[in-house]
């Protein structure tokens, strides 16, 4: 049997790393998952000057700030992208493709997802259909693969992809200086739709389509209700009481994900609250 954790905490922006922060000094067993390259959104911004204690700073500082507190508590990111998240009951499964974590508490910390789901998206999904390029990529050895990202962790993945599978397509949803194997074609257009015959065969692009075996969506974020079956959202986010409980006994919501304000101040307190909430959860249970 896998280890079960006290908690799982999904995302590394200011809200989950203040809530692992919690977990640790509480000392609870916690997994962490997300990024451990600093969010584009904390890095693009110029200044900040509402973040208690960091006056006349910028994206890059505060981040800096965020990662040595983290490593001086010795706290890890598990670099892998959360597909499903499912209530068994007294404890949750977080699925990664073909790998299961369990936890018996669950905060969610995803930020927010601007984007729609392309059309086939959801229907397709685990069907040729991923969100991680790197954990899916044994399973497309010697297959065509189209990569879709949003921000430039993007190119490691499909670097690392181009080296299992026969053809990768990149696909940027923004501009820079791509930094990708020769092997690797880039597609400069915009991804319109999914399409198959009970699994992926084909990505429509607004100027072309693409034969593919299998399409992944890198996005900022992962829309919760696309991660957990019968999560309550309002006006598109994660609906919540003050201490950050939503309508799934033991799951937790904190950050830009619950609304607005989108401030990381708020983000950071409102995963601290989180945390505290599932500390006692899991103190009630015992």
């Known amino acids: ?32 998952f997300g990024s451990k390259n600093l969010s584009s959104k904390i890095q693009k911004a ?5 973040y208690l204690g ?19 508590m010795d706290i890890q990111i ?21 790998k299961m974590y369990e936890a018996k508490s669950v905060i969610l910390a995803t930020g927010v997802e601007f984007s729609k789901p392309l059309v086939g998206e959801l229907e ?42 026969s053809k990768v397509y990149y696909i940027p949803l923004y501009k820079g200086d791509y930094k990708l194997n020769d092997n690797i074609e880039l597609v400069e257009d915009r991804p319109v739709e ?6 992926v065969n084909k990505l429509i692009l607004k100027d072309r389509e693409i034969l593919t075996d299998g399409v992944f969506l ?13 999560l309550q959202e309002e006006e598109g986010h994660v609906k919540v009481d003050r201490l950050m409980t939503t309508n799934l006994k033991g799951l937790f919501a904190c950050g830009d994900c619950v609304g607005k ?26």
């Open 1 to 32: 049997m896998s280890e079960r954790y006290d908690i799982a905490i999904v995302g590394s922006g200011p809200a989950g790393l203040s809530a692992a922060l919690n977990a640790k000094i509480r000392k609870k067993s916690f997994i962490l």
């Open 46 to 50: 110029p200044k900040i000057n509402n």
């Open 54 to 72: 960091f006056p006349g700073s910028s994206g890059d500082k505060l981040g800096e700030a965020f990662i040595k507190h983290i490593e001086d």
């Open 78 to 98: 598990t670099e892998e992208r959360i597909n499903n998240i499912y209530s068994m009951g007294d404890y949750f499964a977080l699925m990664v493709n073909q």
């Open 124 to 165: 397709y999904l685990g069907k040729g259909v991923g969100y991680c390029a790197t954990c899916d990529a044994p399973l497309y050895k010697e297959k065509v693969v189209c990569i879709v990202s949003s921000n430039e962790e993007g190119e490691q993945e499909a670097n690392y992809v181009s080296e299992i599978a």
């Open 194 to 199: 999914v399409q198959g015959e009970g699994k």
């Open 218 to 230: 890198l996005k900022d974020a992962i829309s919760p209700a696309q991660l957990v079956p019968g």
């Open 261 to 286: 304000p989108y401030q990381y101040i708020k983000a950071a307190g409102e995963g601290n609250i989180a945390s505290l909430s599932a500390v006692s959860y899991l103190d009630k249970l015992k």
